[in-house]
């Protein structure tokens, strides 16, 4: 019913809220009777993997990947790269991820709600990310397992610029 249900680790931890997948078995166990519920869940681990130059994503709305723990729905390691008013939203891990990307701008997007981070910024030269949205993202509470979380980070880059963006409500 379009609420967010927390992952617990045992079947015997399962109560309202929350869900555990026996992967031996391949059951899933949510804390509340299904009937006349909505009960969606994710398998695609992400929409775009690129390596191209010249990649533009605009207008797109990328939400519920079940990308895993520190990946993005969205991950682009190209030159030249522009992704502008794209809504990533409700994925497993995180939004968007630039990875050996250089010379990216990333303008007028929102990160809303994502599990780990809105967006990730790894090994990447000479990006601006300015005028977007960042909030309420580790939905998934990565940071009790000491993975970095929230809005928005950048490990091992250069030349990045942020700008005018807003943060709010992220955790981590």
């Not at 967006?119 to 993202?137: I, L, P, Q």
């Amino acid at each position: 019913d379009g609420q967010h249900l927390e992952r617990v680790m045992t079947v015997d931890q399962v109560g309202p809220g929350t869900f555990y997948q026996d992967y031996a078995t391949g059951r899933t166990y949510i804390g509340v009777d299904p009937a006349r519920r909505l009960v969606e869940m994710s398998k695609l681990a992400d929409a775009i993997s690129s390596n191209a130059a010249g990649v533009k994503l605009r207008r797109l709305r990328f939400q519920r990947f079940a990308s895993g723990g520190q990946a993005g729905a969205v991950v682009l390691s190209g030159t030249d790269v522009e992704v502008s008013f794209c809504r990533f939203t409700e994925n497993h891990a995180i939004g968007l991820h630039l990875t050996n990307a250089h010379r990216s701008w990333i303008h007028h997007n929102v990160f809303h709600r994502n599990g780990q981070l809105g967006m990730g910024h790894h090994r990447s030269h000479n990006t601006v990310v300015e005028d977007n949205m960042f909030s309420e993202n580790n939905t998934d509470k990565f940071w009790r397992a000491d993975w970095e979380s929230g809005g928005f980070k950048a490990t091992y880059s250069d030349g990045t610029v942020c700008r005018r963006n807003t943060a709010h409500n992220n955790e981590g």
